[in-house]
């Protein structure tokens, strides 16, 4: 459930951003393109020097080839946050609160990439650092890392299109709880019906037991058992006249 409300949300967010990118394109003058040209290049190009650096910065705790190759990842997720905050706060976000947390999420990694690059350099150049740097590259580096997968995290969870399939997955689930609900009572009237049906069968024979005994009691049943036991002997006594010898 939740890997489909991801993918829905990322489907509709690049769909938006393709609606938006060829309505600002067909609306601005070609002077205007060739000057936002000019300037994604420059920010491009800054990009990749900052990335640079925070490769370098990342990379110094690897012991192998291997684990140098992985610190690509922190500067992808630095200073590539950067760039596609800055496409999504041109195309997609709308949402007031989630277009604030957005624009600050996008300074704080401005920064965040600055001070790398700057401490990439102090150690480059092996120049001395302050009390306040030190504490940044012992504790700083891996929560400024961190702290971009919690940007994320929040704007993904504010996006309008990721609010609306929520709710329509909340309501999808208390229906499925509804239906359970409801299919279960179906099940305990089944077996309170059951139950109720056989403690009417136990009554019915219980109460026929009773009525055999009452009238095997009365004076009637009596009656008609002393009648066909006197017969019964009279036809026994008929037979034994038979068998006896004539005198």
Not at 22 to 30: D, I, L, V
Not at 138 to 150: C, E, K, Y
Request: a neutral charge.
């Amino acid at each position: 459930m939740a890997i489909s409300l991801v993918n829905r949300t990322s489907n509709g967010a690049v769909q938006s951003i393709k609606k938006n990118l060829q309505g600002m394109f067909s609306k601005t003058h070609p002077a205007a393109l060739i000057a936002w040209g000019i300037v994604g290049l420059i920010l491009l190009a800054g990009v990749i020097f900052t990335g640079y650096h925070n490769w370098n910065l990342f990379s110094r705790g690897a012991q192998t080839d291997f684990g140098r190759t992985f610190a690509i990842i922190p500067p992808l997720l630095l200073d590539g946050s950067i760039v596609l905050l800055l496409v999504l706060l041109l195309t997609y976000f709308r949402d007031r609160l989630q277009w604030w947390i957005a624009v600050l999420f996008n300074a704080v990694l401005f920064i965040i990439v600055g001070i790398n690059t700057s401490l990439d350099y102090s150690l480059a150049t092996g120049e001395g650092l302050s009390d306040g740097m030190r504490l940044y590259l012992r504790w700083g580096v891996v929560w400024a890392f961190l702290l971009a997968f919690i940007g994320w995290e929040l704007l993904i969870h504010l996006d309008p299109r990721h609010k609306r399939q929520s709710a329509r997955a909340q309501v999808e689930e208390e229906a499925e709880q509804d239906t359970h609900e409801l299919e279960l009572d179906l099940l305990r009237m089944e077996l309170k019906q059951q139950r109720d049906d056989l403690e009417y069968e136990k009554k019915i024979q219980e109460r026929m037991h009773v009525s055999r005994m009452k009238a095997a009691d009365s004076d009637e049943v009596e009656g008609a058992l002393v009648d066909f036991e006197k017969g019964e002997a009279v036809n026994k006594a008929k037979k034994i006249r038979g068998i006896l010898p004539k005198a």
